[in-house]
């Protein structure tokens, strides 16, 4: 198991539109491995996914990804990622869309097949992606940011919409990623995802609640499972004095 840090965040602070959404974040997401960054919605994971990649503007502390600033244009190539609106062209078909990213980043052709592939979109090549359902088209996303087998996949809500048949082979499809020594990281709302990582950091209004393994957590909780140790963690933080 790998020990060094992938992505090393410090006091991470960010406002938007007035409001300081992440108040002072410090993580390590370690290298090798599927972390996941679960939380309610708004608490803000597509804020931090965005300070990670170097798309959100932050306003104190600092992120530093394999060794670089967040957003450095060497990152470009080492970093995949997928928001939670898939950033393709609508007009293209998947194939078309996947060769264009894939010219963009400077990878090899033959990539395109690989990652089709790997999302289970054989057959769908030719489609126009406008033409696709919603988890289709969010594949499409997911397709791109695994192209040139990037260090770092961030995806940003990707099991969102898709049936449990669906979803258990992407999970499977991390599992394979980081096998191959990639660091996956996940956001997710859904709880029940977090018994499938193997990190998971617990938001919660701009505030990391937790940061350790699922197995830890329900043993510091007592709980059963994450939602309840999830529900747990926010009555102490109202409580403080209670220890656990
Ligand atoms: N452009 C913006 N300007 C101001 N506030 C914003 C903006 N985008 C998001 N917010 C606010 O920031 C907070 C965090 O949002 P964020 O999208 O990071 O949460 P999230 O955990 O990813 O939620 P979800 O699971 O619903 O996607 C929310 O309160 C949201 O209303």
Redesign the pocket.
Known sequence: MANSVSVEVRGLRVG??G?E?LHGIDAGIPEGRITGLI?P???????FIRALVGVQRISGGSVTVLGHPAGSPVLRTRVGYAG?TAAVYPDLSVAENLRYFAAVRGDDPGEVARVVSMVGLEGYENRVTALLSGGQRSRVGLAAALLGRSRLIVLD?PTVGLDPVLRGELWQLFRDLVADGTTVLV?S?AMDEAARCDELML?RAGRLLFHDTPAELLRRTGEPDAERAFVHLVAREATPEVAV
């Open positions: 938007r539109g409001r959404l939380g919605s708004g608490s803000g994971k597509s804020t939670q809500e956001s709302h938001l």
